[in-house]
């Protein structure tokens, strides 16, 4: 459209005629747009076939509507070309925003409803060159009748593709917000099992498919929408495995698939089950994300990745009886803190107290003397399975509190 404006420009440099004096020449501009306003039911008819021949999405629009709002179109651009006028007043402003809103709502994309005016401007200029010939009006006023027509078209063009994206924004706005509700009451089992399977397949989803519940946490350096891609809440309809929302500050959802390992922030995630019994998966997530982010690790875990840790992390009560027992006997200081970073590395080396020495860059009587020193302080036998388990979830509930 601009390129054509410039050529415009380029012509009316040439011929050198003040737009006063092509306006006055033998009422030739007047006989033109009274020609034009006259055949304007035909003019905007051909605007309307060419807009629905071009754009496939103009070909479903209801007929009559677009008849009108074509024909309004019309009118505005002679009426206000034939004035020499660019700007709009209010009536106009609100015509051409109901016509953008109006798009926007039957889901026509701004670029085609761009289109759809230079279309319109092109078809209008070509019957205008009709008239010209049929009534002997010379080029001049034809330049003169496109420069003006331009110029107003640009201003109602950017108000109708304002309103558009402005209409598009809350209509995507109110879409997530639908979207997160139903995530939400799906996760908490508020929602109809009927009414759960259409949300899901009108989502893209398979609602007779398997779930698996997500609970993540940002951490420093991720962002929500980075961690949503990751997780596969976010992309097109083929490539998008689930649905999330916010609960309580976490991106919260359900997947296909379980999520990848490496992916940035804490996430937990429970098993895979129907659509209609999200709510245990999202328990059992929810307490795996407790558990990881406790521990201060960071990917996705599941309950059985995460293993007795999750009972560490929730079970207070056994957790403080562990600690009075194995650890504060101890005592404070470089000793003790020696002694609890030898035991964990003993267990971690599976009870062998070589690999144990090796690991901490210590002789291997050494570790001796701290493991006895622990029984003696203690009064365990490490030789009894049980106190080992009990010694070792005295460690972990320490390296958790650190």
Request: charged content about 25%; glycine content about 8%; some cysteine.
């Given at each position: 459209?601009?390129?054509?404006?410039?050529?415009?420009?380029?012509?009316?440099?040439?011929?050198?005629?003040?737009?006063?004096?092509?306006?006055?020449?033998?009422?030739s501009?007047?006989?033109?747009?009274?020609?034009?306003l006259?055949?304007q039911?035909?003019?905007?008819?051909?605007?309307?076939?060419?807009?629905?021949?071009?754009?496939?999405?103009?070909?479903?629009?209801?007929?009559?509507?677009?008849?009108?709002?074509?024909?309004?179109?019309?009118?505005?651009?002679?009426?206000?070309?034939?004035?020499?006028?660019?700007a709009?007043?209010?009536?106009?402003?609100?015509?051409?925003?109901?016509?953008?809103?109006a798009?926007?709502?039957?889901?026509?994309?701004?670029?085609?409803?761009?289109?759809?005016?230079?279309?319109?401007?092109?078809?209008?200029?070509?019957?205008?060159?009709?008239?010209?010939?049929?009534?002997?009006?010379?080029?001049?006023?034809?330049?003169?009748?496109?420069?003006?027509?331009?110029?107003?078209?640009?201003?109602?063009?950017?108000?109708?593709?304002?309103?558009?994206?402005?209409?598009?924004?809350?209509?995507?706005?109110?879409?997530?917000?639908?979207?997160?509700?139903?995530?939400?009451?799906?996760?908490?089992?508020?929602?109809?099992?009927?009414?759960?399977?259409?949300?899901?397949?009108?989502?893209?989803?398979?609602?007779?498919?398997?779930?698996?519940?997500?609970?993540?946490?940002?951490?420093?350096?991720?962002?929500?929408?980075?961690?949503?891609?990751?997780?596969?809440?976010?992309?097109?309809?083929?490539?998008?495995?689930?649905?999330?929302?916010?609960?309580?500050?976490?991106?919260?959802?359900?997947?296909?698939?379980?999520?990848?390992?490496?992916?940035?922030?804490?996430v937990?995630?429970?098993?895979?089950?129907?659509?209609?019994?999200?709510?245990?998966?999202?328990?059992?997530?929810?307490?795996?994300?407790?558990?990881?982010?406790?521990?201060?690790?960071?990917?996705?875990?599941?309950?059985?990745?995460?293993?007795?840790?999750?009972?560490?992390?929730?079970?207070?009560?056994?957790?403080?009886?562990?600690?009075?027992?194995?650890?504060?006997?101890?005592?404070?200081?470089?000793?003790?803190?020696?002694?609890?970073?030898?035991?964990?590395?003993?267990l971690?080396?599976?009870?062998h107290?070589?690999n144990?020495?090796?690991?901490?860059?210590?002789?291997?009587?050494?570790?001796?003397?701290?493991?006895a020193?622990?029984?003696?302080?203690?009064?365990?036998?490490?030789?009894?399975?049980?106190?080992?388990?009990?010694v070792?979830?005295a460690?972990?509930?320490?390296?958790?509190?650190?």
């Open positions: 459209m601009f390129a054509v404006l410039q050529t415009v420009q380029a012509h009316m440099a040439v011929l050198d005629l003040p737009a006063k004096e092509v306006l006055g020449v033998n009422g501009w007047d006989r033109l747009f009274d020609t034009l006259a055949e039911v035909a003019v905007s008819a051909r605007v309307r076939e060419a807009m629905q021949a071009q754009i496939p999405n103009y070909r479903g629009l209801p007929l009559e509507r677009l008849d009108v709002e074509v024909g309004v179109e019309v009118e505005r651009v002679l009426r206000s070309a034939r004035a020499g006028k660019a709009l007043d209010d009536a106009e402003l609100a015509e051409l925003a109901a016509i953008g809103e798009r926007a709502h039957q889901g026509v994309p701004v670029a085609d409803v761009l289109r759809a005016w230079r279309i319109g401007v092109e078809v209008v200029v070509a019957y205008a060159r009709d008239v010209a010939q049929r009534h002997g009006i010379d080029d001049a006023q034809v330049l003169e009748f496109v420069q003006s027509v331009l110029a107003w078209s640009d201003v109602a063009m950017v108000t109708t593709a304002g309103a558009h994206r402005r209409a598009e924004l809350a209509l995507a706005v109110a879409e997530e917000e639908r979207r997160a509700a139903f995530v939400r009451s799906a996760l908490r089992g508020t929602v109809p099992a009927a009414e759960l399977r259409v949300h899901a397949e009108a989502y893209g989803l398979d609602p007779a498919g398997q779930y698996v519940a997500v609970r993540a946490r940002l951490v420093e350096g991720a962002t929500r929408d980075g961690v949503e891609q990751a997780l596969g809440f976010r992309g097109t309809l083929l490539r998008r495995r689930g649905l999330s929302a916010l609960i309580d500050g976490d991106i919260c959802g359900f997947s296909s698939q379980p999520p990848p390992a490496d992916v940035e922030g804490v937990g995630y429970g098993p895979a089950v129907p659509l209609d019994r999200l709510p245990e998966s999202h328990q059992l997530a929810a307490r795996a994300l407790m558990t990881a982010q406790a521990f201060g690790l960071r990917g996705a875990y599941d309950l059985d990745s995460l293993g007795l840790r999750a009972a560490v992390a929730t079970d207070s009560d056994i957790g403080e009886i562990m600690r009075r027992r194995y650890l504060e006997p101890l005592g404070t200081g470089g000793a003790a803190e020696e002694v609890i970073a030898t035991m964990r590395v003993y971690a080396c599976g009870m107290s070589e144990t020495a090796a690991r901490l860059f210590v002789h291997r009587n050494t570790v001796r003397y701290r493991l020193r622990f029984e003696e302080l203690t009064g365990a036998n490490l030789r009894e399975p049980a106190v080992l388990f009990e070792w979830w460690l972990e509930l320490a390296a958790m509190g650190r």
